[in-house]
C-alpha cells in the first residue's frame, strides 16, 4: 500500500469529498465559456485553484521541467528549468515518461507522495476516468498540482494549439466539481493566457495513451 493510500485511510491528508464523474458526451474541445480565471490560490463550496509560480517553457522540448516546475511551485521555491531538465532527464526529444516526472517531483519534496498513473486506454476507460478526477480532487485539496502528458490530435486541442498532433506537458491546478472543470497551467505558450479551463471530459481524452504524476 502506497503512503498516499495510507494517508488518506488514516484520515490525516483526505481534506475534499472525492466526486466521481459521469461519462460524459461528446469531447469539448473550446475553451470553456465566460468562466473566470482565478488569478491564485482560490476555495469556494464546489472549487478549488493553487497558487503557482508560472513559467513558460524555455525550449521547445523543455515542457516536462517547465510543467514539473510548476507544480513544485506550490510548494517550495521551485529550481530552475534547466536543473529539472538535467534530472529528468530531458532531450532534444522532451521528457520520455512521466515516470521520470515522478521521481523529481518526490526527490525535490522529499516526499512518496506523487505515484505514477497510466492511461493506455485510449479512450479511456470510466474506472480510469473516475480514478483521474479523484486524484486531481485529493491532490489539489492537498496543495499537490498534478503533471500530465499528453497527445493532443488536430481534432481534439486545448486553446491555440497549432492545427497538429502535440506531445506536451502541463500542469492542474484547480477544478470546480460544480461544472466538471480543471484549471490548467500550460508552458508551452499557445493559448492567449497561461492558465485556462478545461472540461474534465477533454482532459480524459487528452491524457491516453500516457499518463500523470498524482
Given amino acids: 500500500m502506497s503512503k498516499k493510500v495510507q494517508a488518506v485511510l488514516s484520515g490525516l491528508v483526505l481534506t475534499g469529498a472525492l466526486l466521481m464523474p459521469a461519462a460524459g458526451p461528446a469531447v469539448a474541445v473550446e475553451p470553456v465559456a465566460a468562466k473566470a480565471i482565478p488569478s491564485g490560490a482560490t476555495k469556494t463550496l464546489t472549487a478549488k485553484t ?30 530552475s528549468q534547466q536543473q529539472l531538465a538535467n534530472e529528468l532527464p530531458t532531450t532534444t526529444n522532451g521528457t520520455d515518461w512521466i515516470g521520470q516526472v515522478t521521481r523529481v517531483l518526490n526527490n525535490h519534496l522529499g ?3 506523487y505515484e505514477t498513473k497510466e492511461m493506455p486506454n485510449d479512450p479511456p476507460t470510466q474506472g480510469q476516468r473516475d ?12 496543495n499537490y498540482p498534478i503533471v500530465a502528458n499528453i497527445v493532443a490530435p488536430a481534432s481534439n486541442h486545448p486553446p491555440g494549439y497549432p492545427n497538429y498532433t502535440i506531445y506536451h506537458y ?5 477544478y470546480d466539481s460544480a461544472d ?6 500550460d ?28
Fill in 180 to 185: 466538471m472543470t480543471v484549471l490548467i497551467a
Fill in 187 to 214: 508552458p508551452a505558450g499557445f493559448a492567449p493566457t497561461a492558465t485556462y479551463w478545461l472540461t474534465f471530459n477533454q482532459l480524459a481524452t487528452l491524457i491516453p495513451p500516457k499518463g500523470y504524476s498524482a
Fill in 131 to 142: 480514478l483521474l478526477w479523484n486524484d486531481i480532487v485529493l491532490d489539489i485539496d492537498n
Fill in 170 to 174: 502541463f500542469t492542474v491546478i484547480g
Fill in 111 to 113: 516526499t512518496g507522495w
Fill in 50 to 79: 493553487l497558487q503557482v509560480d508560472f513559467q513558460y517553457q524555455e525550449t521547445g522540448y523543455w515542457c516536462g521541467p517547465a510543467a514539473t516546475r510548476i507544480a513544485l511551485s506550490a510548494r517550495i521555491a521551485a529550481p
